[in-house]
Every structure is written in structure tokens, then in C-alpha cells.
């Protein structure tokens, strides 16, 4: 069975990340994703509520978006994050990145 993930637009720089966000997905969503953020010069959502699984991958490609969006001058925030990702934040540290702080 392969992982399915989605990033859907939905539009005024609000995206919403669905399915499994592992180590098998993050590669291609990658780049999809700074694709559809290089479209537009405003801030960034990405709406993390239907992440259906999540691991080290997902955390590392969310960090990796913000290293972008800072680079670009852009402002991104996440939205809904899944207990599980917050729990793999915490203990690398990077909880308060994602949550903004």
C-alpha cells in the first residue's frame, strides 16, 4: 500500500496538507509545495488538521518551509497540528518554531 498526501489550495495563501506526511512522501511535496507558495507574496496558512499520519520526515519538510518562506521574506504559520508532529517538536526542540513563537 503506498502513502497518499495532498496539498490542496485553497486560495488567498491558505493551504490545507491531508494524508500520511512521512519519509516516503515529503520529497515530492516538497517541491510541490514551494511551488504553490511561490505564487503569491503574502503570508502562508497550512492547515495540518487532516495529517492522518506524520513523522520525522513531516517535521523536518515544515521546518524546511519556514527556511524558505523566512529566506523569501514571507510570513508561513501552521495551523492544526497534530499531536503526534507536536510531540516530535518538543522533543527536538522545535515546537516553538512551529507553533509560531
Not at 496538507?17 to 496558512?45: D, K, N, P
Amino acid at each position: 500500500m503506498s502513502d497518499s498526501v495532498n496539498l490542496r489550495d485553497d486560495g488567498g495563501g491558505r493551504f490545507a496538507l491531508s494524508g500520511a506526511v512521512t519519509l516516503a512522501t515529503v520529497t515530492a511535496l516538497r517541491a510541490r509545495g514551494l511551488q504553490a507558495f511561490g505564487t503569491g507574496t503574502g503570508a502562508i496558512e497550512v492547515n495540518l488538521g487532516d495529517v492522518a499520519r506524520a513523522d520525522s520526515g513531516a517535521l523536518a519538510l515544515l521546518v524546511d518551509w519556514l527556511a524558505w518562506a523566512r529566506a523569501a521574506g514571507r510570513e508561513l504559520r501552521y495551523t492544526a497540528l497534530p499531536a503526534a508532529l507536536l510531540a516530535l517538536a518538543r522533543l527536538s526542540d522545535t515546537e516553538d518554531l512551529l507553533a509560531g513563537r
